[in-house]
């Protein structure tokens, strides 16, 4: 069955670096989109970035670009999501989903993925 794990997550400073994994297990990801999702204490959850499955095109929420980057492992079948430049506004539990889904887009939005991961703590204090 599909399952995804992520892990990485741990306490930084800000202005630190973290590289979150996410491991894919009961399909491909050339032939699913891939999305990273967070959700902070007393938030709603939010889309912060996503890999299409076909030719591994990102996307990001404003808020992250020029800090963290996607990618992914198609050997591995692994997704990666690396964030630098980390701020306080960045903590939160971190998630990864997926969609069957081919072709070039992919979605931010939660409500279009199926499958989701357990999630990883994200901190960014001194």
């Known amino acids: 069955q599909v399952q995804l794990v992520e892990s990485g997550g741990d306490l930084v400073q800000p202005g630190g670096s973290l590289r979150l994994s996410c491991a894919a297990s009961?399909?491909?990801?050339?032939?699913?989109?891939i999305g990273w999702f967070r959700q902070a204490p007393g938030k709603e959850r939010e889309g912060v970035s996503c890999?299409?499955?076909?030719?591994?095109?990102?996307f990001y929420v404003d808020s992250v670009k020029g800090r963290f980057t996607m990618s992914r492992d198609i050997a591995k079948n692994t997704v990666y999501l690396q964030m630098n430049s980390l701020k306080p506004e960045d903590t939160a539990v971190y998630y990864c989903a997926s969609v069957p889904l081919r072709g070039y887009v992919c979605y931010l939005t939660g409500t279009e993925y199926d499958y989701w991961g357990q999630g990883t703590q994200v901190t960014v204090s001194s």
């Open positions: 890999i299409s499955s076909s030719d591994g095109r990102t």
């Open positions: 009961g399909f491909t990801l050339d032939y699913y989109a």
